[in-house]
């Protein structure tokens, strides 16, 4: 596939449910002070892990042109050796980790979809279980998308998901700025400490599980423009999480949910779009760690 059909699905993989938690961990560092200091340490752990995650990406990749694998387990089995019988013994960490990593997004994203879902319905006067609700968009919506071969298909789909999310982060920052909301009034306080949030951040970039199948795929696929491809792809994705953060803590302060878009009032319309557009992001998004997981 091109590079900007990567990019784009790129992104996507990165960007998901994950993002909307880091106005939480705003608010843990600020400490209740409602203070603009604390873009200096945020922007500074993403930054960080951003650095340190897009460099084991491309490592991955690396491997891949060196051993020619085309999946973790294949790189593992070749870089290791399969003469070692202690390797052998261990080769099924490597798809075990697989599994769990993007297996376990799936079911995050399932959880979420399960009740956006059912909100969005019940806004528009149907009502409908949480396990009906999951049930249907699983068979009708999921499962046709988790059935394509190649993540070239994905792309258009991962174009309109991050139209999603730039929406949602636009009426962020129109809901931060024009005084819609009080960022003192009373509402749920999560309390995180400044080390939960140094070690949750990593979560929103991991897409490592992909990296073999986004290397194979990428047309002339060369180290430089793997390389291009992922620097820009988690330099997006960073400043996005940066943004969502920002905008959602100044909006809310230190009563900033544990998942953004619960703060915003459901008699809200343009936090009900963003929320049924947060819905369309993370259907098109659930295929790429599905990908992972049927891979390993």
Known sequence: SSMSNEMFNLVKN??????????????SLAGGSMSKSVMIPAAAIILIMATIFVYYFILVGRLCRMTRAASYKEAFDTSAGRASAVWRRLTFLVPLSVILMAGLGNLAYSMILADTTRSLLARVGYEVSRTSSLMYITIFVLLPLCLVKKLSVLAPFSALGTGGIVFTLAVMALRCFDGTYDSQRDGRFLDVSVIVFATAVPFTFFCHYNAPRYYIELRQNTIPRFSHVANVSFGISALVYFAIGAFGYYTFG????GF?????????????????????????TYPLPFIGTRDA
């Not at 990165?14 to 608010?27: C, E, N, Q, R, W």
């Not at 230190?254 to 949910?257: Q, V």
């Not at 343009?270 to 819905?279: K, P, S, V, Y």
């Open 14 to 27: 990165l960007v998901g449910a994950g993002a909307f938690a880091i106005p939480s961990g705003f608010a």
């Open 254 to 257: 230190d009563n900033t949910n």
């Open 260 to 284: 953004i878009l619960n703060n915003y009032s459901t008699k809200d319309e343009l936090a009900t779009l963003c929320r049924f557009a947060i819905a369309i992001a993370l259907i098109f």
